[in-house]
């Protein structure tokens, strides 16, 4: 998954859109976008950081993700068209614990 050196290609991917958009952008609206267009990533918003125990978008974050996905993809499958959906929503009541 992003062991396989995909991870290179997703961080300049990130770049180039911070990069077109005025003032830059955030790793939430990065994360976003890259969600919608090409599935590849999940959304890093609030939630899914809190939810996750990360704190940012990187190598580490994603190869978290990976071996996540890995271990919950036959009970994820169903979820989200694209597996990148499946993991907010199987994280939802985590990331958002504590809000109530």
């Known amino acids: 998954m992003y062991g396989d050196g995909n991870c290179p290609v997703v ?3 990130a770049r180039q859109i911070t990069a077109a958009l005025p003032d830059g952008a955030s790793d939430i609206l990065v ?3 890259m969600l919608g267009t ?3 990533v ?3 918003d609030t939630h ?3 939810g996750f125990g990360v704190s ?3 190598s580490r974050a994603l190869r978290k993700v990976g071996e996540f996905y890995k271990a919950n993809a036959e009970s994820s499958n169903g979820i989200g068209s694209k597996p990148w ?3 907010p929503v199987m994280l939802r009541s ?5 809000r109530r």
């Open 11 to 13: 961080f300049d991917t």
């Open 31 to 33: 994360t976003k976008i």
């Open 38 to 40: 090409f599935g590849c």
């Open 42 to 44: 999940p959304a890093f």
């Open 48 to 50: 899914f950081k809190k």
């Open 56 to 58: 940012t978008f990187g």
């Open 85 to 87: 959906n499946s993991i």
């Open 94 to 98: 985590e990331g958002t614990r504590g």
